[in-house]
């Protein structure tokens, strides 16, 4: 299985926007074929920083699903507006 934990920081200008984006991200993900999990977070401490918490069966699934029209909007939208970081684990 593999873990992507996508940390996003934004700015209180775009930050509605980037959560909404995450959200609908999240919605369409949990319908894919090989997500295991998939959810957003919104830091207790950190008003800036929401964290997309993600869990794949495979390489193929997560290579599917990054290949995903919705994924291109929504990702889009979240790169254009904030700083994202990605950290990856195979377990």
Do not use: P
Request: with cysteine.
């Amino acid at each position: 299985m593999i873990r992507l934990n996508c940390f996003i920081k934004v700015g209180d200008d775009n930050r509605r926007e980037v959560l909404e984006a995450a959200v609908r991200l999240t919605d369409a993900s949990l319908k894919q074929e090989g997500c295991v999990a998939y959810d957003v977070f919104e830091s207790s401490t950190r008003h800036d920083v929401l964290m997309i918490c993600e869990t794949w069966r495979d390489q193929a699934s997560l290579d599917a699903h990054s290949a995903s029209a919705v994924f291109a909007t929504e990702v889009g939208i979240m790169r254009a507006l904030a700083e994202m970081k990605l950290e990856k684990f195979d377990f």
